[in-house]
Nanobody, 126 residues
């Protein structure tokens, strides 16, 4: 599976963006997907995770209520809708996939992803 993240850009505080993670390969429906981000000078952190059929999700505390992760297995794509963005959300965002993974463990990197996307930059600034 190859992952391609897109949708990043420059947005003003309070704005919104939708990131996409497109997967190329077979058995996408068997992969747990998480979104991570890495801000300059900081460690990579998990922000959202979704199980293979989209029934269960998990969010990092600082994005809970503002970000929504979803997936469309018919299009091999996972989305991250980001609302009420703040400058603290500025980072490179990555998607990652784990075959038959656990969505609670993947977001914490207690499981190692099988695949990473290339990252997309989100800048929140006025």
């Amino acid at each position: 599976v190859q992952l391609q993240a897109s949708g990043g850009g420059l947005v003003q505080p309070g704005g919104k963006l939708r990131l996409s993670c497109a997967a190329f390969g077979s058995n996408f429906k068997d992969y747990t997907i998480s979104w991570f981000r890495q801000a300059p000078g900081k460690q990579r952190e998990g922000v959202a995770s979704i199980d293979n059929d989209g029934a269960r999700t998990m969010y990092e505390n600082s994005v809970e209520g503002r970000f929504t992760i979803s997936r469309d297995n018919s299009k091999n794509t996972v989305f991250l809708q980001m609302n009420s963005l703040t400058p603290e959300d500025t980072a490179v965002y990555y998607c990652a996939a784990k075959y038959l993974g656990n969505y609670l463990m993947l977001i914490k990197l207690w499981e190692s992803p099988d695949y990473w996307g290339q990252g997309t930059l989100v800048t929140v600034s006025s």
